[in-house]
């Protein structure tokens, strides 16, 4: 019993974790928090109403991903990505949709890819929607939903995992131009 009082807790802490990280990259990508501002625990604990381990788990997170990075007794600042920083992710990201892409056409049987193809040609629809609008942050959001849709079809979770890596810091990079 005392177990599964344990796994619950560490369930709901790990969704405290995710919604506290998701609240701080959001505020990057509104602009909220430009390149070099300092990510102050303290402001989000109470902000959000919890405590500072999980806000700085979150920025753990967040430092993992690329988009934060933390100086010993400075604290966490909004990372400022270069033209390199720009162009190596672009980089990984070509070699995991194109390997997507091969292991779709390789494993999904003609129904799947027929499926994967109807949803493709859906987004391209709704892409073509955007940019006739000038929305450049939907048409940037739908590009990701293509991408994301051929990954999702090979069933590689580590793949996924890696891409939206990618994907998350190439979105930081053009969240500027969206404003």
């Given at each position: 019993?005392e177990?599964?009082?344990?796994?619950?807790?560490?369930?709901?802490?790990?969704?405290?974790?995710e919604e506290?990280?998701?609240?701080?990259?959001?505020?990057?990508?509104?602009?909220?928090?430009?390149?070099g501002?300092?990510?102050i625990?303290?402001?989000?604990a109470?902000?959000?109403?919890?405590?500072?381990?999980p806000?700085?788990?979150?920025i753990r997170?967040?430092?993992?991903?690329?988009l934060?990075?933390?100086?010993?007794?400075?604290g966490?600042?909004?990372?400022t990505?270069t033209?390199?920083?720009?162009?190596?992710?672009?980089?990984?990201?070509?070699?995991?949709?194109?390997?997507s892409i091969r292991?779709?056409?390789g494993?999904?049987?003609?129904?799947?890819?027929?499926?994967?193809t109807?949803?493709?040609?859906?987004?391209?629809?709704?892409?073509?929607?955007?940019?006739?609008q000038?929305?450049?942050r939907n048409?940037?959001?739908?590009d990701a939903?293509?991408?994301?849709?051929?990954?999702?079809?090979?069933?590689?979770?580590?793949?996924?995992?890696?891409?939206?890596?990618?994907n998350m810091?190439?979105w930081f990079?053009v969240s500027?131009?969206?404003d």
């Amino acid at each position: 019993m005392e177990r599964t009082s344990t796994a619950l807790v560490l369930n709901h802490r790990k969704v405290f974790r995710e919604e506290i990280r998701n609240a701080i990259r959001d505020a990057i990508f509104a602009g909220e928090l430009q390149p070099g501002d300092r990510i102050i625990e303290t402001f989000w604990a109470k902000e959000l109403g919890v405590s500072q381990g999980p806000v700085r788990e979150a920025i753990r997170d967040l430092e993992a991903l690329g988009l934060v990075e933390t100086v010993p007794f400075k604290g966490s600042r909004v990372r400022t990505l270069t033209e390199k920083d720009v162009r190596d992710n672009y980089s990984v990201r070509i070699c995991l949709e194109s390997k997507s892409i091969r292991d779709a056409i390789g494993e999904l049987s003609d129904e799947a890819l027929g499926k994967l193809t109807g949803r493709l040609r859906e987004i391209l629809g709704e892409m073509d929607g955007c940019a006739r609008q000038g929305d450049l942050r939907n048409f940037t959001e739908r590009d990701a939903d293509f991408h994301r849709a051929v990954i999702v079809a090979t069933g590689n979770q580590v793949l996924l995992r890696l891409w939206e890596q990618c994907n998350m810091r190439n979105w930081f990079s053009v969240s500027a131009l969206t404003d």
